[in-house]
Structures are given as structure tokens and as C-alpha cells.
């Protein structure tokens, strides 16, 4: 939100004729992280033109972004590289397809749990066809004022048939949950409605891809016009081992076991392999080392494992014992020392005062 209203400042003050101001803000976002970019994007002339708008936040209701396929990777596995596949091709050999009376819309609909790689997965695509990517973000879209959600998706997918582009619905449950459902009265089924006209009003050839990780909200209705779906699992070994090279990069050095890294990871997501490796790198970087500790690596997968599995390890106690607990030899009491910068009399004192918490306990 800050990002687009930094982006609608600098508009404003441009059309104001306080020119060096909206220099000014535009190069603070340019600046600012990667995620920010794309209201810098919306808010220069001549990028992505007039983006809607919500009219009472007068929030964009889309990011423009153009993803190259350098910079976005995605790990599948194969069965869903190949759905990928025939997907794309639908999309570049729409009109061949077409003459023949062989074509199929090209939609696609990804569900899966958080942090599967959903949304990377739309950026990869958009990236492959060379189009740009417009991003619907629909919980912004879904707005107070009654009736004006409708508008904004009429506006969203208007804007969508102007120029060739991926239109991408992020998190379409916001939209498109069941109409029978008891909270969805009145508002929300006038919306689902919407949502299923502009689908069917769309020129055929236009790329939609929908992605939500509540798959079982979404009215059968939405399902049937998304002639490809992509269910996004939990990544198996080879694509965590994937995952795990490309995220520790040049970091990974020669010194990293993948195969145990991969072993101990079994049940993350993508999302908390590129965690875990961004803070192991985070770390070697701030001391001077040109890869990551493996120690230190598996120190942080386990701490973010046990976070993941709802244990609140709130001291320095609690993480010792956990890991002592949950692998006695590769965080023996001298490499504890080492990783926490405290003495091994330290850490047997830490061992001490545990009670029956641990991997296999509950953990206060
Ligand atoms: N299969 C994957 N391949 C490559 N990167 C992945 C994969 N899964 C997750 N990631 C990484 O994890 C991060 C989160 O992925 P992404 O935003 O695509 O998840 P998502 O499925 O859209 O999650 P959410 O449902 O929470 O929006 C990204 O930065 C991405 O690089
Ligand atoms: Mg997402």
C-alpha cells in the first residue's frame, strides 16, 4: 500500500508541476526493495499507461511488473512441467490452434499449500511468453463500498484486453469463494457472478492465470473455465535439492552435504528453503566467509522447521535443547558452543535446567 501511494504521489506531484519531488520519490522506490518496484513501474508515464484504480482508495488494483526469464526460477516437478508446457503453447499457437477448431483458452488455474511457489510460477510463465505480467491483487480489489467490487473487476479485466499481457487473479478465494457459503451472502455472490461474466466476456486468446491456496472455496462454477489447473505439492527430494543449490548459489561452495540438507527438509516448502539459505547467507556474509557454515545452515532449517510445526522457542534455552533433542551428534555440546559463542559449560548448564521438553515433548 505505501509502494502505491508513494507511486500515486509521484503522479500527483508531477501533474502539480513539482517536478523535482517526483524525481525525488520515484528514485526513493527504485531504491527500494524489488517488491516495491512495480508501483514505480505504475506510476511512470509511458510504462504501463493508466492502471485502474479503486475508487475509494484510490489504490491501483494492479501491479504491472515484467518479468525476465533470467531473473525468475522455478522448480516443478515434471508431471506439472509439462502441463506448463502445453499450457504455453497454447497460449504462443492460439491462433494456428484456433483455424484448425483445435484451440483452448488459455487459463490456468494454480492451487497448492503457502510458499509452494504459486505466484512464481505465474511470473516464470509471464516470463516464457514475453508478456507482461498484471498482478490483480484481489484482496485490494474486494472494496468496502458495496458494489464498487464489481466495478473494479470490470475495470481490471477491460484494461487487461488492451495491450497483449499475462492477467494474473493472486489469491482468487478472496473473490471467488462457494456462493452457498453463509458468510458470501449479498456482496460476495454479486462478485463471484462478476467474476464468471468477465471470465466469459474475455477475448479467448488473453492469458489468465488464477492462482489461491483455499482451493476448496472456489465455486465449481470458477473451476470449469480454467481448462488447465495446476496442483503445486510440496516439493519431493529432487526439487528440494534444486532448491537448495540454486537459493545457497556460489554460497553453497564445495563444503555443503545437499543430500543431508535435502533429508532434513523433508515436509518445508520452497518458500522456507529460500528462507533459510537467504539468512545462512546473510550470516556468512557478515562473517567474511565466501560459503555458508553447513552447522549454522542446518541450525536455521531446524529452528524454522520447529516454528513451522507451531514451537515457540522463545530463549536461547529452549533452541539448545531442541536441537540437542532433535540430533545429539551433528549439535554436540562443543558445536552448540561454537554456534551460539558461549562456553560448553554454558550450554551443559542450558542442558541442565531441561525439563521433558523437546522434538518428541511439548515445548512451553
Ligand atoms: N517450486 C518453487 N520453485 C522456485 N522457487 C520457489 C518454489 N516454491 C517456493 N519458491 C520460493 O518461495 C517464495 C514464495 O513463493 P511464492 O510467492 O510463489 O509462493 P505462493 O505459492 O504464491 O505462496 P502464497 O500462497 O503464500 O502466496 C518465492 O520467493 C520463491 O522463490
Ligand atoms: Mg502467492
Do not use: W, Y
Given at each position: 500500500m505505501a509502494a502505491s501511494y508513494a507511486g500515486l504521489l509521484a503522479e500527483k506531484l508531477e501533474t502539480a508541476g513539482e517536478r523535482e519531488q517526483a524525481i525525488m520519490v520515484r528514485q526513493r522506490l527504485v531504491r527500494?526493495?524489488?517488491?516495491?518496484?512495480s508501483a514505480q513501474d505504475a506510476a511512470s508515464p509511458g510504462g504501463a499507461g493508466q492502471l485502474p484504480i479503486d475508487?475509494?482508495?484510490?489504490?491501483?488494483t494492479v501491479d504491472f511488473s515484467r518479468p525476465s526469464s533470467g531473473e525468475v526460477f522455478v522448480a516443478l516437478p515434471s508431471g506439472l512441467e509439462r502441463r506448463v508446457a502445453d499450457f504455453l503453447d497454447a497460449s504462443r499457437h492460439y491462433d494456428v490452434l484456433a483455424r484448425a477448431g483445435a484451440a483452448i483458452p488459455p487459463r490456468m488455474l494454480i492451487f497448492g499449500p503457502s510458499g509452494t511457489g504459486k505466484t512464481q510460477s505465474a511470473r516464470w510463465i509471464a516470463a516464457q511468453l514475453g508478456l507482461p505480467l498484471l498482478t490483480v491483487r484481489c484482496d485490494t480489489l474486494v472494496s468496502s463500498l458495496l458494489g464498487q467490487t464489481s466495478k473494479n473487476l470490470r475495470r481490471v479485466f477491460e484494461y487487461a484486453q488492451g495491450s497483449p499481457a499475462v492477467l494474473f487473479l493472486d489469491e482468487v478465494d478472496a473473490l471467488a469463494?462457494?456462493?452457498?457459503?453463509?458468510?458470501?451472502?449479498g456482496e460476495l455472490q454479486r462478485v463471484v457472478v462478476s467474476l464468471l461474466q468477465n471470465i466469459d466476456a474475455l477475448e479467448e486468446n488473453v492469458v489468465l492465470i488464477a492462482a489461491t491456496n483455499h482451493d476448496r472455496l472456489l465455486d465449481p462454477a470458477v473451476w470449469r473455465r480454467f481448462a488447465f489447473q495446476l496442483p503445486m505439492p510440496l516439493p519431493d527430494a529432487g526439487l528440494r535439492d534444486q532448491l537448495w543449490r540454486k537459493h545457497l548459489g556460489?554460497?553453497?561452495?564445495?563444503?555443503?552435504?545437499f543430500a543431508t540438507l535435502t533429508a532434513c527438509s523433508a515436509g518445508v516448502t520452497g518458500a522456507l528453503i529460500e528462507q533459510v539459505s537467504l539468512d545462512a547467507k546473510r550470516h556468512a556474509v557478515m562473517a567474511r566467509q565466501?560459503?555458508?557454515d553447513e552447522a549454522e545452515t542446518h541450525r536455521r532449517l531446524a529452528l524454522a522447521m520447529a516454528l513451522m510445526q507451531g514451537k515457540e522457542l522463545s530463549s536461547v534455552d529452549d533452541e539448545v535443547r531442541w536441537l540437542r533433542k532433535l540430533d545429539m551428534r551433528r549439535f554436540s555440546v562443543r558445536e552448540l558452543s561454537r554456534l551460539y559463542g558461549v562456553t560448553t559449560r554454558q550450554i551443559n548448564n542450558m542442558m541442565k535446567g531441561s525439563?521433558?521438553?523437546?522434538p518428541q515433548g511439548k515445548v512451553e
Open positions: 527500494a526493495p524489488k517488491a516495491l518496484a475508487g475509494e482508495s484510490r489504490l491501483h469463494s462457494a456462493r452457498g457459503n453463509e458468510r458470501d451472502v556460489a554460497f553453497g561452495g564445495t563444503g555443503v552435504d565466501t560459503s555458508v525439563k521433558s521438553d523437546g
